[in-house]
């Protein structure tokens, strides 16, 4: 049976600020690491009704009914910190939440390409650079399509704003058309993966995923 579940978090407030240098990107992520098997909107999960006891109908469920194990809760929890610390501007709390062998991508939407970055340095170069920019992720649901729970999640962004998309035209940001993949450790305490963009994939789709609009 298949069991996905989604999380409605509240959006940051936007700062502005100088948009600062962006980091080096270093090697390229595979199309392994790409957000295959996580596209499509979430189903949301309904309860069961229960049998009347005593001649007495329970209550139906209400609509937005759901249920996870303490295993996704474990997971959403890691996501939603380490979401909330970029959106914080706190780089220490970022850090504590990034694993050694981490890897990333994300869109650059000036050049409408990706960049990449593995191992946690070079992450940390990367987040610091989104930090300053005062990169705000607005999380519109975290889920799972995965009949066994896996640590890997998906994150579908309602919005994205920064210094960068308002000097190129957007200041209330854009609606990312990638959805995001986190990858975490399998204690699912920390971040192995996060990717923002769509590495490994065709130049075509690279460009039309990577322009704002």
């Known amino acids: 049976m298949r069991l996905p579940l989604a999380f409605a978090i509240a ?17 390229v992520i595979t199309s392994s690491s790409t957000t295959t098997g996580l596209s499509g909107a979430v189903d949301s999960l309904s309860i069961p009704s229960v049998s009347p006891v005593a ?12 249920r ?13 910190r380490f979401i909330h610390s970029i959106n914080a501007g706190d780089a220490t709390g970022v850090a504590s939440l990034v694993a050694p062998d981490a890897g990333a991508s994300d869109c650059d939407y000036t050049h409408r390409t990706v960049v990449v970055f593995n191992g946690k340095p070079s992450v940390m170069q990367w987040l610091r650079a989104r930090i300053a920019d005062h990169d705000r992720l607005a999380i519109g649901s975290i889920f799972s399509e995965n009949e066994v729970f896996t640590p890997v999640v998906g994150v579908e962004f309602a919005n994205r704003s920064n210094d960068t998309l308002a000097h190129l035209g957007f200041p209330g940001g854009v609606v990312p058309l990638e959805i995001a993949k986190v990858v975490l ?20 789709t690279i460009a039309n995923v990577c322009r704002p609009a």
């Not at 959006?11 to 090697?27: G, K, N, R, W």
């Not at 109908?57 to 209400?62: E, V």
């Not at 996870?68 to 939603?80: M, P």
């Open 11 to 27: 959006a940051s407030q936007l700062v502005s600020c100088a948009s600062p240098p962006a980091p080096t990107p270093t090697a």
């Open 68 to 80: 996870v194990s303490a295993d996704e809760a474990t997971a959403i929890s890691t996501v939603e």
């Open 185 to 204: 450790t399998p204690d699912m305490s920390q971040v192995r993966g996060f990717a923002l963009g769509p590495g490994g994939a065709d130049p075509g």
């Open 55 to 66: 001649a007495t109908a329970a209550p139906s469920p209400p609509s937005d009914a759901f």
